[in-house]
């Protein structure tokens, strides 16, 4: 079984922290959905790091059992479009 729109949010200001925060969160989420019965499709899986328009955004290393999670600047959220600057 597949649970379908999944989002997180995490709201960390330093870079390093939230690189953490998020590869531990990751990881909480996935042993739920497990204990659950459900699986992530890790090839229809990102992450999305918001940015202001000034800012450039960084590479952050986010993995499950040696499989990269990809970043993304947009995605469609339930029809409607979200880009990581928000505008």
Known sequence: MFADDTSVIINEPCLTNFESSLNIGFRIVN???N???????LDETYYMHFITKNKSLTKINIDNDN???TQTNFLKLLGIAVYNTLS
């Open 35 to 41: 204990f659950n019965l459900l699986s992530l499709n």
């Open 67 to 69: 499989k990269m999670i």
């Open 31 to 33: 042993k739920w959905f």
